[in-house]
DNA sequence: AAATAATCGAGACGGTACGTCAGGTCTTAAA
DNA sequence: TTTAAGACCTGACGTACCGTCTCGATTATTT
């Protein structure tokens, strides 16, 4: 995948990966997305930028990977409804939204990401991948249940939720009360069950 | 409310303002909200960079100016079902977002916004505001017929539809076809509905 | 000379011509003659810039008027010696160098005028002209006396004396004591006489 | 001295130096010195405005070392006569002062350094200690002759013929022909010496 | 051991954009 | 026609980042 593992010469100092993207979460936590510069992660990081650059492609790669390391390994809800498990999804979602480092980053990185065609790709991939295996669990489940039909479509109800709680928590930044993941939850359940 | 008429003075120039918006959103939809610059703008326009930082505070402001200048006057729709109004509105937001200029502008403009404190508050108030008056008549409606409870939360619904088409079409720029509008506009009515 | 001074229309307010040359004085020496703006200048008179443009071509042409409204009307020294009479002038030099205006405009002055074509003739004629008047009063005194040669080159001498005066005042800004103007009127007077 | 010569990191690229310098020179030349900006300046060059600025503090450090380059390194006159040394100093003088480089850019220059008080300072010993250094063998061998006084102040009479240069060449701009040294010359020593 | 090669921190490099400011001209309404 | 106010275009300012490059030094693998 990367570059070339390539066993000659020094190998890469695995610390340096851990000191930079620790100092990217930092700093955009600090100063925000826009103003937090590669520059100025490598000089917290105590790091040359080409080191930074031999191993992200930019900015935003880099503060991607900063940022969502959750890897949200939580196990995949099953309550024994429908409302229940997109409650529990949702509210990981928002937990995951509420980060001080990820609310910062979010609405410049998905713009970054938006604007290079290359990385459009991956919003998808990357950004979605993970929450969209977890809701087809979900989906099936409920499916079989006969809650919902088998042909309910993820990726709109994924892309609906996740714009949800982007615009509540992302960018209008209120108040993401505990009750915000039920209530969405609950609409959303109603709106796709079969009666 | 604004600082000052102030009938003093050489009065601004009208073409200069039209000028203006109409490089901006000619830039962005050419070369993306990213490179288009201040100066770029005003070159393109025939204009000295003060005039421009005369009339608006930044690049976010001009931008939102130049693409959203709809002004949306289309009347309130009243089909007689709540998923008729709805896939009506929905249908108006989905063509909004789709706009070249809308399109190329939104992520970026969502993020600075996002980023400065004072534009943040207009998020709610320039950007939601008049579909919210819309929906809210909708609503109104829909409630007078039995459809939904009063108290159905408008920011709420307000925020998923919208955050649904800004990642469907402003995101992950998926063919909006017009089932898009249609299916939100089932989903969500049929998830507040009383019954 | 002046484009016309056409008594038609409203004639000009001449206290704006003196407000605009005590506000060019105070800036110059308050800030400087290089950070010293028209519109500054303007300002600080109440008066708009065309007001200013009206009646000088720009801020050296302003500033020189401003800065240097002596017009010297001290009486031609006539001590009986060379020396005496050179003393005398020499410390007027002096005294108009060492005015705070005069010193902090003098050198940007003196660039600006060499700068320009139609400024630079006016060195000569502006800056120079009422010394050498009196220069040459003295030496026709002295050439009377047979102390000087009647053919001594007084352009020679007046740029040497000036230019000292100059170099001492407004470049290196060193104590101008009262020995100065002694001590150079009388090395100059014993350089030019005949004996 | 310097701040440090610091090996690490890429060494400065001396062809940048000297590219910069060029073009320092020729623009002073063609457009005179106020019209010389750092940016044209770095665009003739092939360079970034940063490259300059880093070694550089601003347009009048940088016009000084390309335009005063000559390092002058005649060996100090010995006529075995004041007033023979002093015209071989004095049309050193003037032959510096009429490089078309240095006419054009000295006013400028010297106003510029006469502004700025860390400037000020520099040139008693950048502009004038060179010919100062000379000026003083020049003297001592004189008084060893017993032509002039051990005590002659040397800094009046370096000023006084400088500023006389000055204000012939650089300011009235009048023909500096070859008489010029040494009418000059012959009055100031005729003035400093001891009979 | 010697040669080869990739990495490291540091910082110079050519570009580009920033937001401000001055210059000098112009266009208002009022006098 | 002048006035005060201020908009207008031009172009320079000095700073910050971008992503690449060039150093000397270090640390591995391969001969």
Chains 1, 2, 3, 4 share one sequence.
Request: cysteine-free.
């Amino acid at each position: 995948m990367s570059s070339s593992p390539s066993s000659r010469g020094r190998p890469r100092d695995p610390r340096s990966h851990q000191a930079i993207v620790g100092a990217a979460a930092e700093l955009v936590t600090e100063v925000g997305y826009a103003a937090t510069s590669i520059g100025a992660v490598a000089a917290r990081a105590g790091v040359g930028k080409d080191t930074v650059y031999r191993r992200w492609r930019g900015k935003p790669e880099l503060v991607f990977e900063a940022v969502f390391t959750t890897t949200d390994q939580a196990p995949v809800p099953d309550t024994g409804t429908l409302t229940g498990d997109l409650t529990v999804l949702m509210q990981g979602l928002v937990d995951e939204f509420q980060t001080p480092a990820a609310a910062a980053a979010l609405p410049g990185l998905l713009a970054d990401f938006a604007a290079d065609p290359v990385l459009k790709e991956r919003i998808r991939g990357d950004f979605l991948a993970p929450s969209k295996e977890r809701l087809l669990i979900v989906f099936e489940r409920a499916a079989a249940r006969g809650e919902i039909a088998a042909d309910t479509p993820v990726d709109l109800v994924l892309d609906t939720l996740a714009g949800a709680v982007f615009f509540h928590v992302g960018l209008v930044g209120e108040h993401p009360g505990p009750q915000l993941a039920r209530r969405l939850a609950a609409v959303m359940a109603k709106g796709i069950e079969v009666r």
